[in-house]
């Protein structure tokens, strides 16, 4: 069966420092990519997917970026975090011909101080 | 402008009622509709996907509506249990979108009191 991790759980970071969160999948091959952002009292909100290594759309333009290196890892990336980057992270895959079958990772909560 | 709404951010009912939760869109022509759940701090959990042609969907105590009409979806959970204290989530999927073209709303927060 297919399983998704996400790393780390939690994190608190100073606004200016940098971001790296790792997102992998297992037990399946070709599978697209997602990146999701859920604000307090908002929905979730796409911002990055990818449908094959190193092939990445963004949705929204944004302090982040985000990289697919081998076929079943995918990594959100920043510079410099902004205290509007805190948030609820969310990685997601799908099968590759069905999109619309996403299946999400635990998270990881993103405090920006 | 393109809108997808959850009526209520809470709902709270009493064990053993039926649980109706809403969801509502305008500006989209919807090819499916898919329900979640999601526990506090944790990913949502893909529940029922309906698509555009079918009426009603049903799973045990769940059961999904669509009327492309109302352009809403109807989620109903049955005999409820505090177990299904949660925030359900709906999501759109529409054709000619990008890959990434899941449009979720905010979620209604159910409370079942025992």
């Known amino acids: 069966s297919q399983t998704i991790h996400q790393w780390p759980a939690t994190l608190v970071q100073p606004v200016g420092s940098p971001l790296s969160l790792e997102c992998t999948v297992e037990?399946?091959?070709?599978?697209?990519l997602y990146w999701y952002r859920q604000a307090a009292g908002r929905g979730l909100q796409l911002l990055f997917y990818s449908v094959g290594i190193g092939q990445i759309s963004s949705e929204v333009p944004q302090n982040l970026s985000a990289s697919r290196p081998q076929d079943r890892q995918f990594i959100l990336s920043s510079k410099k975090l902004l205290l509007s980057d805190s948030g609820f992270y969310l990685c997601a895959w799908s099968p590759r011909t069905a999109f619309y079958e996403q299946y999400f990772g635990p998270g990881t909560r993103l405090t920006v101080t | 402008s393109q809108k997808i709404e959850q009526n209520s951010e809470a709902l709270n009912i009493q064990e053993g009622k039926t649980a109706t939760l809403t969801c509502n869109y305008t500006n989209y022509s919807p090819a499916y509709l898919q329900w979640y759940r999601q526990d506090p701090g944790r990913g949502p959990v893909f529940l029922l996907l309906i698509r555009e042609n079918e009426k009603e969907k049903r799973k045990e105590r769940l059961k999904v509506t669509f009327d492309t009409t109302l352009k809403q979806s109807l989620f109903h959970i049955t005999a409820s249990q505090p177990a299904d204290s949660a925030t359900y989530l709906c999501a759109l999927v529409v054709y000619g979108g990008s890959q990434g073209n899941l449009i979720f709303g905010k979620g209604t927060k159910l409370s079942v009191k025992p």
């Open positions: 037990g399946t091959s070709n599978p697209n």
